[in-house]
């Protein structure tokens, strides 16, 4: 396979979770979560669109440059696994309606995303450091879901 196919077919496929979510948020957004007492320290909505939109960027390239280097090994397994999970905090939180279920896929998350991360390390270090950011935002957002959770317990 062509590396500049491959590279847009990694990036393509992080940006699909993210319209994928992005069309559910659309929705939910306007209602639902406009409803809810937030935790401090929530940006203003339009912040979540343009860092995860870089963040999914970054994660399709530190794929690809792993797949470069290497195919079908445990670190593109994980990989894939990462962004499985991270394709599911969207539905439930803002579709299921449900922080604790979110909160829950969170820690999950930063799980699959730092063993990717150990896992991208000594294959491509520009790989794991393109993963860091993705860690430390989905840290953030593991204290706004709990946040949410704690101050919207209905």
Same mark, same amino acid.
């Given at each position: 396979?062509?590396?500049?196919? @491959?590279?847009?077919?990694?990036?393509?496929?992080?940006?699909?979770?993210? @319209?994928?979510? !992005?069309?559910?948020?659309?929705?939910? $957004?306007? !209602?639902? #979560?406009?409803?809810?007492?937030?935790?401090? %320290?929530?940006?203003?909505?339009?912040?979540?669109?343009?860092?995860? /939109?870089?963040? #999914?960027?970054?994660?399709?390239?530190?794929?690809?440059?792993?797949?470069?280097? /290497?195919? %079908?090994?445990?670190?593109?397994?994980?990989? +894939?696994?990462?962004? $499985?999970?991270?394709a599911f905090w969207t539905? @439930?939180?803002?579709?299921?309606h449900s922080p604790p279920?979110?909160? @829950?896929?969170?820690?999950?998350?930063? +799980?699959?995303?730092?063993?990717?991360?150990?896992?991208?390390?000594?294959?491509? &270090?520009a790989a794991a450091w393109?993963?860091? &950011? #993705?860690?430390?935002?989905? !840290? #953030?957002?593991?204290?706004? /879901?709990? +946040?949410?959770?704690?101050?919207?317990?209905?």
């Amino acid at each position: 396979m062509s590396p500049v196919l @491959a590279l847009v077919g990694f990036v393509g496929l992080c940006l699909l979770v993210a @319209a994928a979510d !992005g069309s559910i948020v659309a929705g939910a $957004a306007r !209602g639902w #979560y406009l409803s809810l007492n937030r935790p401090p %320290g929530t940006p203003p909505n339009w912040v979540f669109a343009a860092v995860w /939109t870089a963040l #999914y960027a970054m994660i399709g390239l530190a794929g690809w440059l792993v797949w470069r280097r /290497t195919v %079908g090994t445990r670190a593109l397994r994980l990989w +894939g696994w990462q962004l $499985a999970a991270n394709a599911f905090w969207t539905p @439930a939180f803002f579709a299921l309606h449900s922080p604790p279920l979110a909160f @829950a896929i969170c820690l999950v998350l930063l +799980g699959l995303i730092a063993l990717t991360l150990r896992a991208f390390l000594p294959l491509r &270090p520009a790989a794991a450091w393109l993963m860091a &950011p #993705y860690l430390a935002w989905t !840290g #953030y957002v593991t204290y706004l /879901t709990a +946040g949410f959770w704690w101050l919207n317990p209905s």
